[in-house]
């Protein structure tokens, strides 16, 4: 991993948006987030342009379903509550499992504990859903 260097120029079109993204008070109060926003994406770089580009191309969603569409071996997918935000990784994984016709398993976890546990577990099956 490469050490974070002084913030990089950035084009002035950019530049004006991660002013603006900057300036949004609903980023400050999420310092896991603002942290990622002043560092103009040197770190974690797609959270960055979420931030500074928080619109989909034309296209985007159509372009999904055709992979979920070309999705046929079994998969497994999920998250938990050690995951940024529900909007990327519970969403996406709610999307997948519902999206894809193929043998699949969903697993939400809680927070997890110092000794790596998980609490409040929460999978789902094609067959049915446990909750353990």
């Known amino acids: 991993m490469s050490p974070v260097t002084a913030q990089p120029s950035l084009p002035p079109a950019e530049e004006e948006l991660w002013r603006r993204a900057m300036r949004n008070p609903d980023y400050k109060q999420y310092i896991n987030l603002y942290n990622i926003l002043t560092q103009k994406g040197q770190r974690t770089f797609i959270m960055y342009l979420m931030m500074t580009h928080p619109w989909e191309l034309d296209g985007t969603v159509e372009r999904a379903e055709e992979i979920f569409k070309k ?25 997948y499992y519902q999206n894809v016709d193929a043998p699949k398993k969903l697993l939400f976890t809680g927070r997890l ?20």
């Open 71 to 95: 999705i046929k071996i079994p998969f497994y997918t999920g998250s938990g509550a050690y995951a940024y935000t529900y909007k990327l990784h519970w969403l996406g994984a709610q999307h």
């Open 113 to 132: 504990t110092w000794s790596g546990r998980s609490i409040n577990t929460t999978t789902r099956s094609s067959a049915g859903m446990t909750i353990g």
